[in-house]
């Protein structure tokens, strides 16, 4: 059935799940640029949403609302198609050391596969290329020089992360959901608000359909090794030809649905942040098996005390950033 991911799924339903999945992540993030003219990035709307909430920025409702919809739509793939999640666990230092580099590498870098890849290549940004090139050569390499060593750590298990006394956080994935999403929804007009939600909602079930949201099938990818596993390339084809053939048009409209203007990147300079945080980031997908937004919509697993781990020490990473890389230059 569309959606399911298990070892035993042949490469040819494994590659139509990428596919469709990709393309739903695609109608999700083109639908977000027609509704409120933004560009959606799950690492930024993190960290924003965090920094909103401590009061590090200006509150950005859309944002808190958008990360609220991660973890409902988590909920929601967990209820409908729950062998979209991964059914076992993690170590917590190599949940942590993906989460932190994660998080350092996207904040640096300015976005991750959602942003820089979906989003990013898909308005021929050459920012964006030199970001996608940069973690994802990365990333190949450095699961490829680490499988023989660490191949073992990468097998779920049915051990309990350490750090976390349950295994199953969907309870901790709803309060956070509907806390944010309600808080989100006193700070914007219900129909921006809406359409965030759905949109994040929407995200969600693509990661799931996709198979984005098992840290096995990351490393299946992206370690070049026997019985490699090439159909989350799919993800990103999919997701890419839909917004190829939806921006273009979407972006001559005068101005998105429920918002006066569309809001997007306006830097085009190449910088070195680029590489450096895309290295960074490419390294911690690698170890960790995650990226922010399956970490996010994961917590809703029934081992989501691993995504849960995985996404503090993300927002970890992008909290040092924050505090020290930025303010230094």
């Not at 944010?180 to 129909?191: A, K, N, P, W």
């Not at 949109?199 to 098992?214: K, R």
């Not at 993800?235 to 203007?261: E, F, H, R, S, Y």
Request: aromatic content about 8%; glycine content about 14%; some cysteine.
């Amino acid at each position: 059935p569309l959606g399911e991911n298990t070892p035993s799924m042949d490469l040819y339903t494994s590659i139509r799940n990428a596919t469709v999945g990709g393309c739903i992540l695609g109608l999700s993030t083109s639908a977000y640029l027609a509704l409120v003219g933004r560009v959606t990035g799950m690492s930024g709307s993190l960290r924003t949403a965090y920094l909103s909430l401590t009061k590090q920025k200006s509150s950005d409702a859309l944002h808190i609302i958008y990360v609220g919809g991660l973890f409902l739509g988590g909920a929601g793939v967990r209820m409908l198609i729950p062998s979209a999640l991964e059914n076992g666990g993690y170590g917590s230092l190599m949940l942590i050391a993906g989460g932190v580099l994660t998080g350092m590498g996207t904040t640096i870098g300015h976005g991750c596969t959602s942003g820089h890849g979906l989003c990013g290549l898909a308005r021929l940004s050459k920012r964006s290329l030199l970001g996608v090139v940069s973690f994802f050569s990365t990333g190949l390499l450095t699961a490829t020089v680490l499988h023989p060593f660490f191949h073992k750590n990468w097998v779920p298990t049915r051990t309990q992360p350490s750090l976390v006394p349950v295994h199953d956080t969907l309870p901790v994935s709803v309060i956070l959901g509907a806390f944010l999403t309600l808080y989100g929804f006193t700070q914007t007009e219900i129909s921006r608000g809406l359409a965030a939600s759905f949109c994040s909602i929407l995200f969600a079930f693509g990661l799931g359909i996709s198979g984005m949201l098992q840290p096995t099938k990351i490393h299946g990818f992206l370690a070049l090794t026997t019985g490699w596993d090439p159909s989350l390339a799919f993800v990103m084809a999919g997701g890419l030809l839909t917004n190829l053939v939806l921006w273009p048009v979407i972006t001559k409209w005068t101005q998105p649905i429920t918002c006066p203007m569309f809001d997007l990147p306006k830097k085009t300079e190449l910088e070195g942040d680029l590489v450096v945080g895309g290295v960074l980031f490419g390294i911690g997908w690698a170890v960790g098996g995650l990226c922010p937004g399956p970490g996010m919509v994961g917590i809703a697993g029934p081992y989501g005390s691993s995504a849960l781990i995985w996404t503090a020490a993300c927002v970890l990473g992008q909290q040092l950033v924050v505090s020290f890389w930025k303010k230094s230059k």
